[in-house]
């Protein structure tokens, strides 16, 4: 068990993903700020993150930079 977590903590501190993390926030701050801090209904704010993004926004372009 224990390799395990230190296989998944090496991974999470990797280059690799900070960056591909950093990059999408950067790209998808308006949704992520909308689900986090409207005060609507739940389902309103997921619906307006899904409506906001995709698979281009939320993968394929923050692994292209």
Do not use: C
């Not at 296989?7 to 280059?15: A, L, T």
């Not at 591909?20 to 689900?35: D, G, K, R, T, Y």
């Amino acid at each position: 068990m224990k390799d395990i977590i230190e296989e998944i903590d090496s991974r999470i501190n990797s280059p690799f993903f900070g960056y591909f993390l950093f990059s999408s926030v950067a790209i998808n701050w308006e949704q992520l700020f909308f689900l986090i801090v409207h005060n609507g209904a739940v389902s309103e704010r997921i619906d307006h993150f899904n409506a906001g993004t995709d698979i281009w926004s939320l993968v394929l372009l923050p692994l292209i930079l």
